[in-house]
């Protein structure tokens, strides 16, 4: 193939997949500024890797694995960079600390307090609207695997947002 159908090609994939795939990035990392970039990065991950998605059985479903692991290790390195921070803290003289706690949760921090597996599963099916069948295949995962990990994740929403919040985000009836 040449360079400038090559280039043509990928350049069609980015103009239809782009925004899908930002906000994917967006939802697994609750991180508006940094959803761009991320799938940016992806892009460029896809790019040097374009003849293998070409020939994938799902080019797109590929993409959004491509994306999923790069929010998986931003994730992980927020993580990692959160309990540094509660260790400084930790060390700190300790002060009165006063904490209004709000009877409701924002959706972003409530699906940030879900393991990284049951948010991908969630919002892969609820808010991208993939079956199970496809949401297994981004993951790299069983439908068994899916399903399991999207009703956990299903419960806790629950447990944080409230049921009829909950079940609104997700589009389910208890």
């Known amino acids: 193939m040449a360079l400038d159908d090559k280039s043509a ?23 508006a500024e940094t959803a761009d970039d991320l799938a940016a990065d992806a892009f460029v991950a896809l790019w040097h890797r374009w003849d293998r998605v070409l ?3 799902h080019p797109v479903a590929y993409a959004r694995g491509v994306v999923t692991d790069m929010a998986r290790a931003r994730v992980r ?5 959160r309990r540094r921070i509660r260790l400084l803290r930790a060390l700190r003289p300790r002060h009165a600390q ?8 924002d959706v972003p921090r409530a699906l ?14 609820h808010a991208l609207d993939l079956s199970e069948k496809d949401t297994a295949l ?3 995962t069983s439908r068994g695997t899916v399903r399991s990990r999207t009703s956990k994740a299903v419960a ?11 079940d609104e985000l997700t589009g389910t009836r208890n």
């Open 138 to 140: 981004v993951l790299g």
């Open 98 to 105: 006063s904490r209004g706690g709000g009877a409701v949760m």
């Open 112 to 125: 940030a307090r879900l393991p990284f597996r049951r948010r991908a599963c969630v919002v892969l099916r």
């Open 55 to 57: 020939h994938a059985d």
């Open 77 to 81: 390195e927020l993580t990692r960079e």
């Open 9 to 31: 090609e990928f350049h069609d994939f980015f103009e239809r997949h782009h925004a899908e795939l930002a906000r994917l990035a967006r939802l697994l990392t609750g991180e």
């Open 156 to 166: 806790e929403l629950q447990r944080l947002l409230g049921a009829q919040a909950a």
